[in-house]
């Protein structure tokens, strides 16, 4: 069974600090990984997706590398602003499975002005 | 491209009674999914549709809940006798089902039981 976490729970950074957050997955015969944005009592939006064949993939500020075979994913936020305070989840999608996605528990990030 | 769409995005109800949530995918995908999502959780895959075809159910998804999608088009969550557990954000996805296949996300249904 595919299970998905998100390290850290929480972070509160300064604004304009450069940051990671991590996401690992026990299976690596996925078919893509996707990372997105959920504001409080919102829906998701969908920020990268990245196919099981890349190493990265680059929207903005944001960054997202996978590594397959160790099961890891990262997601950078350069420059961080207070706007984007928000929980960050990824999510896998299990190798030809009809994509149905496999959260992780999320990481809640507060920007600091 | 209007977005994926739910109604109600809230319902208050109270234990044992029925409810239902609509979802209206973004046109002409033709992948639904619906998840539900508990509080500090991420969302938890329930059931799959390709078209009309309902072609995956999670264990999460027991006899009380009951999903269709009559025409491919909107689909419909329904829960009977509710229960206090079922509290939770109920959310619809929907995706065209080609190779990059990125899932856009409702606003949610938010469901309390009394």
């Known amino acids: 069974k595919q299970e998905v976490t998100q390290i850290p729970a929480a972070l509160s950074v300064p604004e304009g600090e450069n940051l990671v957050l991590n996401c690992s997955f026990t299976?690596?015969?996925?078919?893509?990984l996707q990372w997105f944005r959920q504001d409080p009592g919102k829906g998701l939006t969908s920020l990268l997706l990245?196919?099981?064949?890349?190493r990265e993939q680059t929207s903005g500020r944001l960054n997202a590398s996978l590594d397959k075979s160790s099961g890891r994913s990262t997601l950078y936020i350069a420059a961080s602003q207070p706007g984007d305070s928000a929980t960050y989840l990824c999510a896998v999608n299990r190798y030809n499975a009809g994509n149905m996605l496999t959260f992780g528990g999320g990481t809640r990030l507060m920007v600091k002005p | 491209d209007t977005g994926v769409s739910q109604d109600p995005r809230h319902k208050i109800t109270k234990r044992g009674q029925n409810v239902t949530f609509r979802c209206d995918p973004i046109s002409e995908h033709n992948r639904l999914y619906w998840y539900r999502q508990t509080l500090g959780q991420g969302p938890e895959f329930l059931t799959y549709f390709q078209n009309e075809a309902q072609l995956e159910k999670s264990r999460l998804l027991s006899d009380r809940f009951s999903a269709e999608r009559p025409k491919g088009s909107f689909s419909t969550l329904e829960i009977q006798r509710t229960e206090q557990g079922d509290s939770a954000m109920y959310l619809c996805a929907s995706s065209s089902g080609i190779t990059t296949d990125t899932q856009y996300f409702g606003p949610g249904t938010r469901l309390t039981v009394l």
């Open positions: 299976d690596s015969a996925i078919y893509n």
């Open positions: 990245i196919q099981s064949s890349q």
